[in-house]
């Protein structure tokens, strides 16, 4: 019954989640909408399988012993499985990164994005902050 | 009886023409990390500045230095991009950022700090060398 293996899912981040400069004290919001600035990560497989998404998500960033406190909402997911993604308006939009997510791959595969928000401290000590956030895709089996 | 023979003739049918979606079996996930940056950064000074309908996109620029001072003088007004000056703003602005002891190069950084009820668009002077 199940005799023909699947293609094998693959998952790419094409833009990584920037913030850029941060002002002590000022929190920052990067929405799952923002081009160029919002996480963006690609994922390919076999067209109409279904995949579960779940991230490992950070709660810090990090520069050496220093911190500053990351947020995501839960609905700061949006994706599209259309041949022609469009971030600036996903047709599936407000997914919780704090759940698992299942959906199934399109034609053109599946693109994700995810925004977050930094609440950097009035005393944030400055320079290059950095974390990492962590997908796993994995095929469900229907 | 009619039952059995239409499930049967369904796994059949399956056997034949498996469907994609059917025939994906469950397998070892695939992970991959998304890097999370900022940098956070203590202007030298912030210019209030009024963008009206414009969005540069420029964020850095010449700065012009009078010699015997350590002011820097921003000319904010619309116009091009990578002069002595900062251009900005359909109005004609200026203003000075006094500079610390030994700084060299600043950059400039167009950003909107939205804070309760408002939103306010600032031009920020960053020091890069000193």
């Known amino acids: ?142 | 009886m009619t039952r059995s023979v239409s499930t049967f003739c369904l796994l059949v049918a399956l056997a034949i023409c498996p469907e994609p979606g059917l025939t994906v079996q469950p397998a070892a996930g695939e992970s991959a990390a998304i890097p999370v940056t900022a940098e956070v950064v203590y202007p030298l000074g912030v210019v209030a500045v009024d963008l009206a309908d414009q969005k540069p996109s420029v964020l850095t620029g010449g700065i012009q230095q009078k010699p015997s001072e350590r002011h820097l003088e921003l000319l904010l007004y619309p116009g091009k991009v990578g002069e002595s000056r900062l251009q900005l703003g359909p109005a004609g602005r200026s203003s000075t950022v006094v500079l610390r002891s030994g700084v060299t190069t600043v950059k400039a950084v167009i950003d909107t700090i939205t804070v309760p009820g408002d939103s306010l668009t600032v031009v920020t002077i960053i020091p890069v060398s000193q």
């Open chain 1, 1 to 142: 019954m199940l005799a023909s293996a699947p293609g094998a899912q693959t998952v790419s981040t094409t833009n990584d989640l920037q913030f850029g400069n941060i002002y002590p004290g000022i929190p920052k919001e990067i929405l799952k909408t923002d081009v160029g600035s919002a996480a963006e990560f690609y994922i390919t497989g076999t067209e109409g399988a279904e995949v579960t998404i779940d991230f490992t998500l950070p709660t810090y960033m990090n520069l050496g012993g220093f911190n500053m406190q990351l947020i995501f909402y839960e609905t700061s997911v949006a994706l599209d499985s259309s041949a022609t993604p469009d971030q600036t308006n996903p047709p599936v939009d407000d997914l919780d990164p704090w759940q698992t997510i299942t959906y199934r791959i399109g034609s053109n595969g599946l693109t994700i994005w995810l925004g977050g928000k930094l609440v950097p401290r009035l005393v944030q000590p400055p320079g290059d902050y950095n974390a990492d956030i962590v997908v796993n895709v994995a095929y469900t089996g229907n």
